[in-house]
């Protein structure tokens, strides 16, 4: 950031407390909308008479989107101000959300999936930079214990209210609802997000060949995560010289370019990439097992999708418990603290429900379900503090854009490692079919060893969390 831009941090409590309903606000309408969506996923298949694996593109072209962008807008904010990339990504998400109520077809819907997807990452991105910069560091803490509530609160509401939308009207009012949400949230942004005082800035000092090079990049990564093991060869061969290509010319571009998207400062802080490696490697199983998990509920016990429903609402409400008292408790103690024990505790609810995964019993699936919820809470909103703290105010829309980029590619990666994983497990080629002929013996091993392949992501994730908190005591 130019010298002449200023920082400007709120003392008031008031002033601080107005912030933080706006950013949690923006934080519980992109948390409702992709949790209402989820839900509707199965009648919008069945009203454009195609396939599930069709329809799933609605998700996967917002994580692409978001994915490849939000280190963009997280170096653009950087240089235009946080408050103006807020209230665009207001306005193009209204604009997805008015053509996905409209659209007549899959593909348009798909299309307008991608515009909203643009303005959801740069309000992704300006969420947790806002905090940083205009808060004082003892106030983080507090700060991501709210906003990671606000979350969960929105994944409580997200699935019911989808069902109740969907069944008695449609789901195009679904984004009808986020329409009025989301103005509403930009009527409040615009009032109480300080005005900053940023230079002029010149497209001509963008690095727009470094950024097209990225979107390139990351897109080809999840693609060949998503669709590489359904691939024919050739194309498998594309996609791994797509990628391996764009690479290498991204960071050839990176190193010569004077205003870089990927700030190499912040990369080269260590204890800042280590705390994000955390992200990435905890991120990997929860990505994973939120995949995995309703699989397990219905094609081993026997749940219904309503059932189901309600039994992942038990994380949820017991995240919003934990939650806030980990993210204040972090701004008093080293975060660090919260990270190892989150994900130790992870560790062992993981390899309860691989040792259980045959039990008749709902008790031990009860206490892991409990178990996991307390772990992330311990976990989650310290972590998002450590890795913003790190990353100083001046660049806080480029430490943001880093780290909600890990974020999604951990979690886009676990979907990935997950299926893989039980899919040679069980010999068979994925989870699309709408019936899986196995014996319950063949599931119940590919449950098995998904986990404790994800256990070893949440040991890994523990690891990172104590060289930094090592690091940071040198």
């Known amino acids: 950031m130019d010298s002449n831009s200023k920082t400007i941090q709120l003392k008031d409590s008031r002033e601080q407390f107005k912030l933080i309903i706006s950013i949690s606000i923006c934080a519980f309408i992109i948390v409702v909308s992709d949790y209402i969506l989820n839900i509707s996923l199965p009648t919008i298949a069945k009203e454009f008479h195609t396939t599930t694996s069709k329809v799933s593109w609605l998700l996967l072209s917002y994580m692409l989107v978001l994915c490849s962008t939000v280190l963009i807008f997280g170096r653009l904010s950087d240089r235009t101000g946080l408050r103006k990339l807020h209230i665009i990504g207001y306005c193009f998400f209204i604009l997805g959300s008015i053509m996905c109520s409209l659209s007549p077809t899959l593909i348009m819907l798909i299309i307008s999936r991608i515009v909203q997807g643009i303005g959801g990452s740069m309000l992704y991105v300006s969420c947790f930079s806002l905090v940083s910069k205009f808060l004082p560091v003892e106030s983080l803490g507090w700060a991501f214990g709210i906003i990671s509530t606000v979350i969960s609160g929105g994944m409580v509401v997200g699935i019911p209210l989808g069902g109740f939308i969907t069944g008695m009207l449609s789901w195009r009012y679904i984004f009808l609802l986020t329409i009025l949400a989301s103005c509403c949230g930009m009527a409040i ?53 797509i990628f391996l290509t764009s690479t290498v010319l991204f960071v050839l571009q ?40 309703p699989f397990y509920l219905e094609q081993v016990k026997g749940l219904t ?18 939650s ?52 992330f809470a311990l976990f989650i909103s310290p972590n998002n503090n450590l ?23 951990g979690i886009v990666l676990g979907v990935c490692l997950f299926e893989v994983v039980f899919s040679f497990s069980t010999t068979q080629t994925g989870l ?23 256990g070893l992501f949440l040991t890994f994730s523990m690891v990172f969390s104590f060289i930094s908190l090592k690091l940071g005591r040198k």
């Open 324 to 375: 806030p008292f980990a993210g204040k408790m972090s701004g008093k103690i080293k975060p660090e603290f919260f990270c190892i024990t989150g994900m130790l505790s992870a560790l062992g609810s993981a390899v309860l429900l691989a040792m259980t995964i045959g039990a008749k019993l709902w008790r031990p699936l009860i206490v892991f379900i409990i178990w996991l919820a307390v772990s």
């Open 432 to 454: 699309e079919g709408e019936v899986i002929k196995h014996s319950i013996s063949k599931l119940q091993s590919g449950f098995y060893y998904a986990y404790l392949w994800g």
């Open 254 to 293: 990176e190193r010569k370019c004077s205003n870089p998207i990927l700030d190499l400062e912040l990369i080269k802080n260590n204890r800042f990439m280590i705390a994000n490696m955390s992200t990435l490697t905890a991120m990997i199983f929860m990505g994973g097992h939120n995949f995995l998990f």
């Open 387 to 409: 890795v913003m703290q790190l990353g100083s105010s001046e660049k806080a829309g480029s430490a943001s854009g880093i780290f909600s980029t890990i974020s999604t590619l």
């Open 189 to 241: 942004a615009s009032k109480v997000i300080p005005k900053e005082n940023m230079p002029d800035f010149d497209l001509k000092d963008f690095d727009l060949s470094g950024s097209i090079l990225w979107i390139i990049c990351l897109s080809s990564l999840v693609f060949g995560s998503v669709e590489g093991i359904k691939a024919s060869e050739n194309m498998l061969y594309t996609i791994v010289a």
């Open 305 to 322: 999708t309503e059932k189901t429903s309600l039994f992942i609402l038990i994380y949820s409400v017991v995240f919003v418990i934990i």
